[in-house]
């Protein structure tokens, strides 16, 4: 009866640890293209800081991935990025220059000043810029404040519904 006993303690304490660690993976994976920009930032800018130089942060259209690179060497890559399932995913990095161009391609605008990376810099700023996320027939803008890194908080619009 001992021995049963033991050996159920014992299977307990293994699934706990099990479901826990299980868990705790799952909740560390970035699922949305959202989730992965905003850890390439924390990212981007913690190596910043850390090394003292200027990261450059630009996103691989093939390879649907962030890549993370030092500025002022070859460019060579430090760590990259990829978003899950990003079918049909363009993501661009837009100016924040006053009269940037846009067309309208099928309906949607689509802004024509871009950027192939934006730069972090030692200090803990950031290129001012804002992300462009296209999925399928969606499109949404990002602003980044260049002084934080952070999303540029927008008021709510007290006549929106």
């Known amino acids: 009866m001992l021995e049963v006993l033991l050996a159920l303690a014992l299977i ?13 993976l799952l909740a560390d994976k970035p699922q949305s293209a959202d989730d992965v920009f905003w850890q390439a930032v924390q990212a981007s800018r913690k190596q910043a800081l850390k090394d003292g130089k200027d ?6 259209a ?15 890559a430090i760590k990259d990025f990829a978003i899950p399932a990003a079918n049909d995913l363009a993501i661009t ?20 000043q871009t950027l192939p990376a ?3 810099y ?8 804002r992300l462009q996320i296209q ?7 990002l602003a980044i404040d260049p002084w934080t890194c952070a999303p540029v908080l927008v008021a709510k619009d007290p006549n929106a519904p």
């Open 12 to 24: 307990a304490l293994l699934g706990g640890v099990l479901i826990g660690g299980g868990s705790s």
């Open 55 to 60: 990261v450059r942060l630009g996103f691989d």
């Open 62 to 76: 093939k390879e649907k991935k962030f890549v993370l690179s030092d500025a002022a060497s070859s460019g060579a």
């Open 93 to 112: 990095f837009l100016t924040t220059q006053k009269g940037a161009s846009m067309i309208l391609l099928g309906g949607v605008a689509v802004e024509t």
């Open 118 to 120: 934006v730069t972090f």
């Open 122 to 129: 030692a200090d803990g700023t950031c290129t001012a810029f």
């Open 135 to 141: 999925q399928g027939s969606s499109t949404r803008a």
